[in-house]
């Protein structure tokens, strides 16, 4: 089975820098997704890692760590708009297993 | 362009009534299919996946199937609601790899907000 374990809730201010974290079990990995989601709304992706190390895409980024079964998301410059839930989603054999997500809550 | 296409996107049913949620993708051949159900406040739980045309695996025991009847639609069905079935509903598609290569990311639709009365 697979256990996912991210922060609930976190607060951050606007053009600030946030790290999201992500600690996870599983009997197989197949790579980690970060996803994106706006109240009421489908979640959107993010990034992928597969090896170790750091992916960086525009403000966000996202690590990976194998050996530890950690990942974290980097949010840089932080605008309003980033208030969100972040989902933290470790890929299995075929199936992708969600945590519970970190709602995030930007402030002026 | 792959497009994916959920409906309805709201939908209010007494305890008891039937379901049939339906989800279609286009733009792609043999995609890996999902239904996700996200209550109010939670995470997204899997609820089924299917690799192929007839093939559902089931993630957790309930009262909810679902069916792959052509390549590119999935559905999901209950022929008896229950209050617990009330939640937002995520159909989602990826593309088919090899094992063990690139994972393709989850590419979700808009959802079906489903309140059981």
Redesign the interface.
């Known amino acids: 089975g697979q256990n996912i374990d991210q922060p609930t809730e976190m607060t951050a201010t606007e053009g600030a820098i946030v790290q999201i974290n992500c600690t996870y079990q599983t009997s197989g990995f197949n790579g980690l997704f970060w996803y994106q989601q706006h109240a009421g709304e489908a979640p959107t992706f993010l990034s992928y890692n597969v090896l170790d190390g750091l992916e960086e895409k525009g403000r966000f980024s996202s690590f990976l760590s194998r050996s530890k079964g950690y990942s974290y998301l980097l949010l840089k410059e932080l605008q309003m708009k980033d208030s969100a839930s972040y989902l933290c989603a470790v890929v299995g054999y075929q199936k992708v297993t969600f945590g519970t997500g970190t709602k995030l809550q930007v402030i002026p | 362009s792959q497009t994916i296409h959920q409906w309805p996107a709201t939908l209010v049913q007494p305890v008891g009534s039937p379901l049939s949620l339906e989800c279609t993708v286009e733009g792609t051949s043999n995609p890996?299919l999902?239904w996700?159900r996200q209550a109010a406040g939670?995470?997204?739980q899997?609820l089924f996946?299917s690799?192929g045309i007839g093939q559902i695996?089931s993630?957790v025991p309930q009262n909810l199937s679902a069916s792959r009847p052509q390549d590119r639609q999935f559905i999901l069905s209950s022929k008896k609601l229950l209050l617990s079935d009330s939640g937002f509903y995520?159909c989602a598609w990826?593309r088919t790899y090899p094992?063990?290569s690139?994972?393709s990311?989850?590419?979700?639709?808009?959802?079906t907000r489903l309140t059981v009365t």
């Open positions: 890996n999902y996700y939670r995470g997204l899997l996946y690799v695996s993630e995520l990826s094992a063990g690139y994972n990311p989850l590419h979700f639709g808009n959802g």
